[in-house]
């Protein structure tokens, strides 16, 4: 390679560690974003828990759980992946835990998927479970509500013309300072043990809040806000932890770029002094040769 050849080479890399550096630190502040808006989805399902409580514990409003008890159940999952590149094995880690845990639950022929995100819907129909939807994944937070709710209408729309026993949601999951991982949550029915330990549970306040509506509509408006809400978690979630895989792999990728400049440019200063030696020695040489070619005057005198 010419010294020519390598700067340009050199040059090409810094603009790309760039690049990535910038990409990391586009990550890096999208991670704070989607973390701030779990606290915010965390404060307002913990005032519809407080709701669900306040109803369950009314003694006019009768709690009938919903149970299951087929061996083999039919599922709605709600698979969540990621439409963005660098981010590794992210929707095949994803599709892996899927399936394993799908045939855990002895439902892995009787499932059908709902994808966010088009990669992992491509990805799930290959894997041979069948897609009744699929949905693109958005960056923004603003758009997070709007998917939570199109995915809740597709399975509303599914439940009223078939027989669904249960309905999972499948994500990645990552809590501060623990390494992200696959997690799966229920989303319908409401979980029984759930339900009960709310109605069980000690109110905080000091009254009971006093209901002069339909129990029936107000559990059926609480159930909708809650369901929406885990939807809106696990979106924002699975976002946070893409982001996250992304500068984790963008750090590995400036420091492999780093350590490839460092290279080049040692080999660089190694064949620029080659390059000034050899210079400085045909100057010399030419010197020493115009030297000998030059007449001798003393002699000719």
Not at 197 to 215: C, Q, S, V
Request: glycine share 4%.
């Amino acid at each position: 390679m010419t010294l020519e050849a390598l700067n340009k080479r050199i040059k090409t890399t810094t603009d790309l560690r760039d690049i990535v550096s910038t990409m990391k630190m586009l990550s890096s502040v999208s991670i704070g974003q989607y973390e701030k808006a779990l606290a915010s989805l965390n404060e307002y399902g913990a005032t519809v828990r407080e709701a669900f409580q306040g109803l369950l514990k009314d003694d006019s409003f009768i709690y009938t759980p919903k149970t299951n008890k087929s061996d083999h159940p039919k599922t709605i999952a709600v698979i969540i992946g990621t439409d963005n590149g660098l981010v590794g094995r992210f929707n095949r880690d994803i599709l892996t835990f899927v399936r394993n845990n799908l045939k855990d639950r002895s439902c892995s022929d009787t499932t059908q998927a709902i994808c966010v995100g088009k990669r992992i819907g491509l990805m799930t129909q290959s894997a041979k479970i069948p897609v009744t939807a699929t949905y693109a994944i958005m960056n923004s937070l603003k758009e997070i509500a709007s998917i939570a709710s199109m995915v809740l209408m597709k399975i509303n729309d599914i439940i009223s013309r078939q027989r669904i026993d249960q309905v999972l949601i499948y994500y990645t999951y990552r809590i501060s300072g623990e390494p992200q991982k696959p997690v799966v949550r229920q989303l319908m029915p409401l979980p029984v043990d759930e339900m009960m330990h709310l109605k069980t549970e000690k109110w905080e306040g000091k009254t009971l809040p006093f209901i002069t509506g339909n129990r029936e509509a107000l559990f059926s408006a609480l159930s909708h806000e809650h369901l929406t809400v885990i939807l809106a978690h696990a979106l924002t979630a699975s976002l946070a932890a893409e982001h996250y895989t992304r500068m984790v792999n963008m750090q590995q990728a400036e420091k492999n770029i780093d350590e490839s400049l460092e290279t080049m440019n040692l080999e660089y200063q190694q064949m620029r002094q080659t390059s000034i030696t050899d210079e400085l020695i045909d100057i010399v040489s030419g010197a020493e040769s115009m030297r000998k070619k030059r007449p001798n005057k003393n002699k000719s005198l």
